[in-house]
């Protein structure tokens, strides 16, 4: 017995293994948004554009299975207890906080893949091509990425909040609330 109750560790390891995934996701869309394909590619070449591209994709993709699948496991195996229960504002802001990042991180790949769709370019995983799923439409494509961006700021946002959060439970009130979903 731990003295503290904790997410399952299939639970666990998806929540850390969404928590690096988003962060490079993140990175990559950044750089991708900011620099634009072709300072991208004057930046560093072409290979690596082509790769981060891909990549970016690929993640994307993994990104929506894993968060797909922490859902199905938060609905049927459930959260632990904060122990000792939370202060009302804060079980609310903590609530809140932790439902937004879930229906970011589940609608931001969708957007990324009906965005590059509609753009006319391929939905890469790995060395696979998957299905477009709606066609080609320049102007719908380029308001899906706007939206891609803007989702993009937002789960920064919710991550430097829930961060925060964390380390405020871990440093200042040092209670259990991290070690939920610690992996030691």
Not at 6 to 24: D, M
Request: net charge positive; charged share 15%.
């Amino acid at each position: 017995m731990t003295g503290y109750a904790r997410y399952s560790l299939l639970q666990r390891l998806i929540h850390w293994a969404v928590a690096i995934i988003a962060v490079c996701l993140l990175v990559a869309g950044a750089t991708l948004g900011i620099l634009g394909f072709d300072g991208v590619k004057e930046t560093f070449g072409m290979p690596v554009t082509n790769a981060i591209y891909k990549y970016h994709k690929t993640f994307g993709v993994i990104m929506l299975g894993l968060m797909t699948l922490r859902l199905v496991l938060k609905l049927t195996l459930g959260r632990p207890d904060y122990d000792p229960p939370l202060p009302r504002f804060n079980a609310v802001a903590s609530a809140a906080v932790h439902g937004l990042l879930y229906v970011a991180l589940l609608v931001q790949p969708m957007l990324g893949w009906a965005a590059t769709a509609a753009g006319g370019y391929p939905i890469e995983f790995f060395n696979s091509t998957l299905p477009k799923l709606i066609g080609k439409d320049k102007d719908l494509s380029e308001t899906l990425y706007m939206v891609h961006g803007a989702v993009g700021a937002l789960i920064l946002t919710l991550i430097a909040i829930h961060v925060g959060a964390a380390l405020m439970h871990r440093f200042i009130k040092r209670d259990t609330v991290m070690k939920r979903m610690s992996l030691f």
